[in-house]
């Protein structure tokens, strides 16, 4: 994943510049992963048609969660992986695994692995879409 030069902001306002590993996913990849998963649930649902009492739920439940899960994945458009910098609160080094994947318009929020402040990755803009 792409380094990205990103700010960490704390809840009274507080920043600090960190690198951050952001991968940022263009829109066809994106409807892409959304629809394999969805297809995928179709087929798992479509296996169990033949399985006594279990064929009255299961192929109707699974497409439906696979359109929920489908749609989730579709709507992610980065993720965030390690997140290296200082804490803006108490100012010791930190380093933070696999941060979590969002879309574009939502806020991560992150704890510092020390005194647990919650502070909010404000997104880079140096990595471009896959």
């Known amino acids: 994943m ?9 809840r009274d306002g507080r920043q600090i510049e960190v690198d951050a590993e952001i991968k940022r996913y263009g829109g066809g990849a994106r409807l892409l992963r959304g629809g394999a998963t969805v297809l995928a649930f179709f087929v798992l649902g479509a296996l169990f048609i033949p399985v006594p009492g279990v064929h009255l739920v299961l192929p109707w439940f699974l497409p439906l969660l696979g ?8 709507r992610v ?3 965030v992986g390690e997140v290296k910098g200082e804490c803006p609160d108490c100012d010791k080094a930190m380093q933070i695994e696999k941060s ?17 402040v919650p502070m909010e990755l404000m997104k880079g803009e140096g990595a ?3």
């Open 67 to 74: 359109l929920g899960i489908g749609a989730y994945i579709a």
């Open 100 to 116: 979590g994947s969002v879309a574009e318009d939502e806020a991560l929020w992150l704890r510092c692995p020390h005194c647990q």
């Open 77 to 79: 458009s980065l993720s």
């Open 128 to 130: 471009a879409p896959r």
């Open 2 to 10: 792409p380094i990205v030069k990103s700010q960490l902001r704390t």
